[in-house]
């Protein structure tokens, strides 16, 4: 993804709360997470606020995870993950069985963060949301069968992180977290208020 995924996404953000939002880019194909993650640091450094919030989509949402898990000097803020695979991604492990050229399609940062099944837990401090999609219109059904609800490419499991402060499930596609309107708000209601809406 080159970042214009999620322009619909930060407009919206920007008119419900008023903050000024960036896109962050990344070479997840080449470059190693390590990398990724202070990258991530240091534009969050560069920003002229004293107050920082992210919010990632898919492995997105990992990148965040290693930068604050690695950096604790950044400006203090929320987090929301919208549909990241959190624990694993057996989308990508089947694609990976599957296709023998998929590990490179894939990149190096999937290969670090989503081919193994992980005991992550969030215990950074920082109050994180989650968002995951239940609608299942994606890709990742080709290559795997999910067990319960998903969004077509990562299954509602995969995204509970121990330790989040909030969790709401959406009737939307993987894609279509970045897309929803529904999806903006409640991300904006969390980075106010440290909660989703009760609706």
Known sequence: MNGADGLVLRRRLTLETGMKTHAFHYRSLAGSMADVAMQLAEFARGLPAKRVHFVGHSLGGLVIYRTLEQVT???????????????????????????????????????????????RRWEIDRDLGIIAGTRPVGLGQFFTTMDGDNDGTVAVSETRLPGATDFRTMPVGHMGLLMSARVARETSQFLKDGRFSLE
């Open 73 to 119: 000097d950044l400006p203090s803020g929320r987090v929301v993950f919208l549909g990241t695979p959190a624990l694993a991604s057996r989308a990508a492990i089947g694609a990976t069985q599957r296709l023998a050229a998929a590990s490179k399609l894939l990149g190096h940062c999937v290969a670090e963060e989503l081919l193994n099944e992980t005991s």
